[in-house]
């Protein structure tokens, strides 16, 4: 089979080109960037006209339950979601129960999702239990093959520990995912401090929790050096001083999600106290000036990635008050939907899409990406112009503020290894 | 019609207007028998005297059995989610639940949960919009519907009653403020309901000033000298919703001295005849 589009995604140019390829065995085996040339008959060639062809995403942030947490979200409909949102690959969180520290739910993890469409590669604890205190035996887990070290869902407060965990990590050629809070300053990550919070009657989280921790991280990393990865910013500050480290050389990838894109603090109270949990994440989603600030941070490179923070809840956590219901949305089903709108709202190039979906994200994850012979065919067909009304269905959970809500661009194809492997 | 249109929920005084409160508080002074007996639910999960007192003397004097939910007994239902405890009493015949916590929100679920007519009687920081419409309905019957400058005095911030006064009075066509103690609490609080703040020295040009508790038990302290006679003038009234933390909030002298123009015993009478109200219009029950 002969595909062709006249909007295929050229990283080397950074812009869409016509582009004719074949597939076989999976992979690129021959790709124009042109259109198909003279003698190759109209039939055989599949023809996406001007829908946009780009990589597949990947998506370093997971939370995919399973486990003793089935009954929120399975490998099963996870990979169904992935499908559906053009993911290809993914990176999890440990904060499975159990908990991912130690070797042996790790192999269990990786005998789960082995033999799947998608690419899934967890993370380890840092700590055991995801407690701070006792580090989990790092020099056997970073031997597995891993992304490396999360505690996500938890900070990582005593410096100490956060320091061998760099070190070995660095020496294993991974890295720490980082979940910046400093949980004396977040006062339980409620809602953001604002007039919002003071409306309604919840105890602001101030954005200085985070700025704090992260500062403290690229101390160490200026000590330490290697690699750090910052998950899901909101604040910022946090751009400022991310920033800067770039600036002077520190090696750093940070993440971006879709609510911390799309929402503010404000959009809180558009929620009747029934739905108002579907908003509560951690971190907190802050102010206008804070997201403006995260999407200039996109536009220079100061956050470098999309990943989802897909966090799946059952009744059971948020159907209570907002007080108690635990922190996390879902997004994953519309994962591509919702960056084109980040894309849209930041006044983002489709270059700095592009890499932050796709390209970053895969390099820090270790699987190859994009149109280029030899690569596995993973790509998505996109019709940018057309919305898609979010009806979360494939997921075991329905948390989401977007529930319902219509918003640009639509997924119209993804293939993996040269198979539709979901068409809308 | 009454003010909740027949057996309905009171979580906000959000969408209140000027013409309904009236017409309710008009009622309240129309007082006659009534009869029949039911059940009322009642679940104070932080200490309360006078609101607790009476919703519960309102609902006996109006037939109504309660029913204690005490949180000791629900913190024996080790495991069991709040939701499912509170899912347990829609299958008992009770035609209301008033309800207290810590909290915010905390109403609004028990309503969503029960499906029971709920009376929020303060949830965290939130509100608590029976106080405020005994606050108003006092000004209603004092100063019927001139229109009043109001400053509120005090912990504003972690005052779920200032919550729910400043919306209502608002909504009432009232002039509402805050004193300016110069707590970067009070400022965020004032500017996050667009109310002008005022120097001490200029509380004295007020109708009326609204003393607000120090919520200890929310981490507050006192920030300012409580009020005294000397910041008030000559037609100022005092208000506070109690209990009143004499020479914390307010100077003894003030209590001693103002005579007619001490309001706080009216609102703990007009507390008293809001909420029998709002029970009466829940049960259908002519006053």
Redo the contacts between chains.
């Keep these: 089979m002969i595909f062709f589009s006249r909007r295929v995604w050229n990283r080397q140019r950074g812009q869409f080109m016509p582009a004719t390829f074949e597939i076989q065995r999976g992979r690129f085996s021959k790709i124009e960037w042109a259109a198909p040339q003279g003698t190759v008959a109209k039939k055989k060639i599949k023809d996406f006209g001007d829908l946009i062809l780009g990589p597949s995403a990947v998506d370093l942030h997971i939370h995919s339950r399973d486990f003793r947490e089935s009954h929120k979200e399975t490998f099963e409909t996870l990979e169904a979601q992935m499908l559906k949102g053009g993911v290809s690959a993914g990176a999890c969180m440990a904060n499975t129960q159990p908990r991912l520290d130690d070797v042996k739910t790790i192999d269990e993890f990786l005998k789960r999702v082995s033999k799947r469409l998608v690419t899934l590669k967890p993370f380890a604890a840092v700590s055991k239990n995801l407690e701070g205190r006792e580090p989990t035996d790092w020099d056997a887990l970073l031997k597995r093959p891993i992304v490396g070290l999360s505690d996500d869902g938890k900070p990582i407060l005593d410096s100490e520990m956060m320091k061998a965990a760099m070190k070995a990590t660095k020496k294993a050629r991974k890295f720490i995912s980082l979940h910046e809070e400093d949980t004396c300053i977040s006062k339980a990550s409620l809602l953001h401090e604002s007039?919002?919070a003071?409306?309604?009657?919840?105890?602001g989280s101030s954005s200085e929790s985070e700025v704090a921790m992260v500062k403290r991280d690229l101390d160490l990393l200026r000590e330490i050096k290697g690699h750090l990865h910052f998950g899901h910013m909101s604040a910022s500050g946090s751009v400022r001083v991310l920033k800067a480290a770039r600036r002077e050389g520190l090696s750093v990838s940070a993440e971006l999600t879709p609510h911390h894109g799309i929402l503010s603090v404000e959009d809180s109270e558009g929620f009747?106290?029934?739905q108002?949990t579907f908003f509560k994440v951690c971190p907190v989603i802050r102010s206008t000036e804070d997201r403006a600030a995260l999407w200039q941070g996109l536009r220079d490179g100061a956050i470098d990635c999309f990943a989802s923070d897909h966090a799946p809840h059952s009744r059971?956590e948020k159907?209570?008050?907002?007080?108690?219901a635990a922190h996390g949305m879902i997004s994953m089903e519309f994962y591509w939907t919702l960056y084109n709108e980040v894309r849209l709202r930041a006044d983002l190039s489709w270059k700095k899409f592009f890499d932050c979906l796709s390209y970053r994200p895969a390099e820090l994850l270790g699987v190859p990406v994009g149109f280029e012979v030899g690569q596995s065919a993973d790509f998505v067909v996109f019709d940018p112009e057309e919305t898609t009304a979010l009806h979360f269905q494939l997921s075991k959970s329905r948390n989401s503020p977007f529930l319902g809500k219509t918003m640009r661009g639509a997924l119209k194809v993804h293939y993996k290894g040269g198979h539709s492997v979901y068409e809308a | 019609m009454g003010l909740l249109a027949g057996a309905q929920s009171l979580l906000t005084v959000q969408n209140i207007s000027k013409k309904s409160a009236h017409e309710f508080f008009q009622k309240i002074n129309n007082v006659k028998s009534l009869k029949p007996s039911k059940q009322g639910l009642l679940g104070f999960f932080e200490p309360s005297t006078r609101t607790r007192a009476s919703f519960e003397s309102a609902g006996l004097d109006l037939g109504l059995r309660w029913i204690n939910v005490d949180p000791g007994e629900l913190s024996l239902r080790k495991g069991e989610s709040l939701r499912d405890t509170f899912q347990v009493f829609a299958a008992y015949p009770f035609s209301v639940c008033v309800v207290r916590h810590s909290m915010s929100g905390f109403a609004a679920k028990v309503a969503e949960w029960t499906q029971i007519p709920t009376l929020n009687a303060g949830d965290g920081m939130h509100e608590h919009p029976t106080q405020a419409l005994a606050d108003a309905y006092t000004l209603w019957k004092r100063f019927k519907a001139k229109k009043l400058k109001v400053i509120l005095f005090g912990d504003v911030f972690r005052s779920r009653v200032a919550r729910s006064n400043v919306i209502l009075l608002k909504a009432l066509g009232h002039q509402v403020a805050v004193h300016d103690d110069e707590t970067s609490e009070t400022r965020s609080f004032a500017a996050a309901y667009k109310l002008p703040l005022v120097a001490r020295k200029n509380l004295s040009k007020a109708d009326v000033v609204m003393a607000l508790r120090v919520q200890s038990e929310r981490g507050s302290a006192a920030a300012v000298e409580p009020l005294g006679l000397r910041d008030l003038g000559a037609k100022t009234s005092v208000m506070h919703p109690g209990p009143v933390i004499v020479n914390q909030d307010i100077q003894f002298d003030v209590l001693e001295t103002q005579g007619e123009r001490n309001l706080i015993l009216d609102q703990v009478q007009s507390g008293y005849l809001v909420r029998r109200r709002l029970l009466a219009e829940i049960l259908g029950v002519a006053q």
């Design positions: 007039h919002v003071i409306r309604s009657g919840i105890e009747d106290w029934s108002k059971l159907d209570t008050t907002y007080t108690l």
